[in-house]
């Protein structure tokens, strides 16, 4: 009894006969369940961002190199999962967080006009590149390089936008239910991709991605209403 990837089998044939599932068979059947969970749920995950800056017409408190760099990492994540054939439940939703990221990155151009020479060469150099990465079209040990320097490509991604956010004492127009989902999805991801044995690689990636998330969320959590604070202590 197989659906999705998912095997039934264990699980309804334990509770068929009066019994709870053990660990062993519990275990993998929770993780597939969560991978599709994170898929689903990936689909929205930058939707609020991207609809607080139209909202507000506004890209204050953002920095621009560290979404840039969030595409440019998912992208090599997207293109290795892939080229290891491991199965969408592990990876799904890599596919549509670059599809949001790049739609997000668009929206972030487009409020930072006029944009300087250097940006519009990062992305044509991007545009370049992406499609030959994605087909997994280069040499297996540059490849193996390549996701090995994604992990720090996601680290410094975050990095400036925590700098920036630490020095501002603010964190301009990011939104909370998004960096809220990427530590959720980034925790999630954690327990699916051990369960999944993918290659410790992919699993410190996660951690990383976890630990980065995690600080920017509660930069916001510490951070938030920073006008209306300084508005009760000048009263």
């Not at 990837?5 to 044939?13: E, F, Q, R, T």
């Not at 053990?22 to 969970?37: E, F, R």
């Not at 545009?127 to 720090?152: K, R």
Request: glycine share 6%; aromatic share 12%; net charge positive.
């Amino acid at each position: 009894m197989e659906y999705l990837g998912i095997d039934l089998s264990c699980a309804v044939g334990s509770l068929r006969n009066g019994n709870f599932p053990d660990k062993d068979c519990l275990l993998p059947l929770i993780s597939k369940l969560l991978g599709y969970a994170i898929v689903a749920a990936s689909t929205t995950v930058k939707l609020p961002q991207i609809l607080k800056i139209l909202k507000h017409q506004s890209v204050r408190g953002l920095s621009m190199i560290s979404f840039e760099l969030e595409v440019v990492g998912y992208t090599i994540a997207l293109a290795y999962c892939l080229s290891k054939g491991l199965p969408f439940s592990a990876y799904g939703e890599l596919l549509f967080l670059l599809i949001q990221a790049l739609v997000l990155v668009s929206v972030i151009y487009y409020y930072s006009r006029p944009l300087k020479t250097i940006t519009w060469i990062r992305a044509l150099l991007y545009c370049a590149v992406a499609p030959t990465v994605l087909a997994g079209q280069i040499d297996p040990l540059l490849f193996e390089a390549l996701y090995a320097s994604q992990h720090a490509i996601f680290l410094f991604a975050r990095i400036p936008q925590i700098w920036q956010n630490f020095s501002n004492k603010s964190t301009g127009e990011l939104s909370f239910l998004t960096c809220f989902m990427n530590v959720g999805g980034s925790m999630v991801r954690v327990f699916t991709t051990i369960q999944e044995n993918a290659p410790k690689t992919v699993l410190l990636g996660y951690v990383i991605g976890f630990a980065t998330n995690f600080t920017i969320l509660s930069q916001i959590i510490a951070y938030q209403n920073p006008r209306v604070e300084k508005e009760k202590k000048t009263k």
